[in-house]
């Protein structure tokens, strides 16, 4: 029997680089997460912009769209958690990106540790979406 190998295009795997469009996205969302600031994150995406979150509320279970949305997820977050997001990990491709990474602080005033893996999909190096998948899920904020 012969074996063929296929290369289906093999994605890049580094332990952390900001240097490429899914550390820069990665950066980007931190920083919005951590200190509310949003601009650079929203200069990064796309006209059609959306997202998925697994937030316990009914506002939050279908996709979201567009740059405000973004904004009042990030609002409504860091009412109740304080944290800081330290990326593992990350896996990309022209065309996506994945960053497992460690969320660590408060959530409404009690310890909070997670870890977390967001998948961004881009398009001409800008964020069309991201997906974001957690470890342990939450129950209520």
């Known amino acids: 029997m012969m074996r063929v ?27 919005a997460f951590e200190y509310g600031e949003t601009a650079d994150f929203l200069a990064l995406v796309t006209d059609d912009f959306r997202f998925s979150v697994p937030l316990p509320y009914d506002d939050w279970k279908e996709p979201q769209f567009g740059s405000q949305r973004f904004i009042e997820l990030v609002q409504f977050e860091r009412e109740v958690l304080q944290v800081a997001l330290t990326p593992q990990f990350q896996l990309f491709d022209s065309q996506y990106g994945v960053v ?9 005033n009690h310890p909070y540790h ?24 939450l129950k209520n904020y």
């Not at 190998?5 to 920083?31: L, M, Y």
């Not at 997670?114 to 899920?137: A, C, K, Q």
């Open 114 to 137: 997670n870890v977390l893996t967001v998948v961004f999909e881009f398009e001409d190096e800008r964020i069309r979406s991201f997906h974001e998948f957690v470890w342990m899920p």
């Open 5 to 31: 190998d296929i290369d289906f295009g093999k994605p890049h795997t580094t332990a952390w680089d900001v240097n490429t469009t899914c550390g820069r996205a990665f950066e980007a969302f931190r920083t």
């Open 100 to 108: 497992v990474f460690r969320a660590e602080g408060l959530l409404s």
